[in-house]
């Protein structure tokens, strides 16, 4: 069946860009000042392998929907842990800050993204609305995973490929251009933002800034938080989970729509992103979401034509051989 090949082909792929960045991870505590905790991340570590191993053996099983579903599990588990680890190494590049630039071209743009804000702090119930928005991309993604799952298992591999892909875009632009954000550029003091009640757009400058001087140098869970500004990828996120939803049924479709068309807004009053961070963020996202297009396409071609791998092949004719044998 053509859509099994092509929901392995994606979870494949994904899986190839998570590996690389577990080499890269590991080739970067090498060769930096950097190096983990003890134990820090065994545990995380083992249950992400446990889940990919559980998803292998289901998808030889022929569940093909149960197996999508976990191996994306797996896979948004692991890029939970590898991202933000690696951002914090890179961070250790130490390049110029990039705020006056980035604040420039808005300003370029004809737009102020403090002022932006300042004019949403002033509407206490959509403050909370942003406040909510902002923090769902906590568990968006895994809601989509199970959502996926159940209506469109193909879709939903596309959607973790380019989500996959999106993270390592950021990452891999963000040493170039790190960023503290406007809030912190304008040195605009939390107790004047009472509103905002999602720290991040101050936080990760405790673990930003340590990266960069040396003085943080053990990383631990407290110590991977995010830390990218440019591209957002909160506004790729809602670009990416908007697409990934259309698949649902209307009850469901729609709410999510709305709920990361406001993520989207939120990721300037909330986040304290540049309003070309937004913008490259959302070009990041359109990127991924062609790549994840194209790669779709590839593989529903012919067997005989291309390239398939032959792993993939050899699972989709072992699903099927095993849904065939079951009464």
Known sequence: MPADRTADALSLCTWALIGALGILSALLLAGTRFSL?????????????????FALLLRLRGWVRVAIATSGAAQLFALMILVPLVSVILAGTNLPLADGSLDGLDRLFGADALAVARV?????????????????????????????????????ARFVFAWTLSLCICL??????PALGFYLHH?????????????????????????????????GWEQINGIITFPSFHAAAAVLLGWGILFAPRIVRWPMLALNALMLVSTVVIGGHYLVDVLAGC???????????????WCLMPTGSIAVPTVIVALGATGRASSAARP
Not at 195 to 219: D, F, T
Not at 286 to 297: D, F, M, S
Request: neutral net charge.
């Open 283 to 297: 070009a990041v996202a359109g990127l991924a979401i062609l790549a994840a297009k194209r790669l779709a396409h």
């Open 37 to 53: 905790l003890p134990g820090a991340f065994n545990s995380a570590l083992g249950c992400t392998a446990a889940f990919a191993g």
């Open 187 to 219: 040195a605009v003091d939390p107790a004047a933002a009472q509103s905002v009640q999602v720290p991040a757009a101050w936080r990760h400058a405790e673990i930003l800034l340590p990266a960069r001087s040396g003085a943080l140098r053990e990383l």
């Open 120 to 156: 949403q702090m002033e509407h206490p119930v959509w403050m909370a609305a942003m406040n909510h928005t902002y923090a769902s991309l906590l568990w968006q993604p895994l809601a989509l995973v199970l959502i996926g799952s159940i209506f469109n298992p193909n879709h939903l």
């Open 172 to 177: 891999a632009v963000f040493p170039f251009l």
